[in-house]
């Protein structure tokens, strides 16, 4: 059994940067790959960015890369997601996930714990 704790949202203006927080508990987290997904209203949930266990390989959905960046750090259980250069279509709630491989993966089921979401909006 897995815990994943989200934390770090909020109301930001466009443009500006928020960095999202994902505690882990409850297995061994370094052999897992995680995720961020998020979910605006009335649309699906959709892939952010994963990383791999060992960090080495990240992924990222076209709409975020060069804004967004995933980091983990194993020795807190924590992975983190850097947000910059939020737009209005970035408003959603973010939910952190944990994978049942080591490597990421686009694909929602291939995650099998997931936080309780964390609302970011960007709004002027």
């Known amino acids: 059994q897995v815990q994943l704790e989200d934390s770090g949202g909020g109301l930001v203006q466009p443009g500006g940067s928020l960095r999202l927080s994902c505690a882990a508990s409850?297995?061994?987290?370094?052999?897992?790959?995680m995720a961020w997904f998020r979910q605006a209203p009335g649309k699906e949930r959709e892939f952010v960015a994963g990383i791999a266990w060992s960090a080495t390989i990240t992924l990222y959905a076209d709409s975020v890369k060069g804004r967004f960046f995933i980091t983990r750090d194993n020795a807190r259980n924590t992975v983190y997601l850097q947000m910059n250069s939020l737009k209005p279509e970035d408003t959603a709630v973010y939910y952190c996930a944990s994978g049942s491989s080591p490597l990421p993966s686009t694909r929602l089921h291939e995650y099998d714990y997931w936080g309780q979401g964390t609302q970011v909006t960007v709004s002027s």
């Open positions: 409850g297995r061994s987290f370094r052999p897992y790959a």
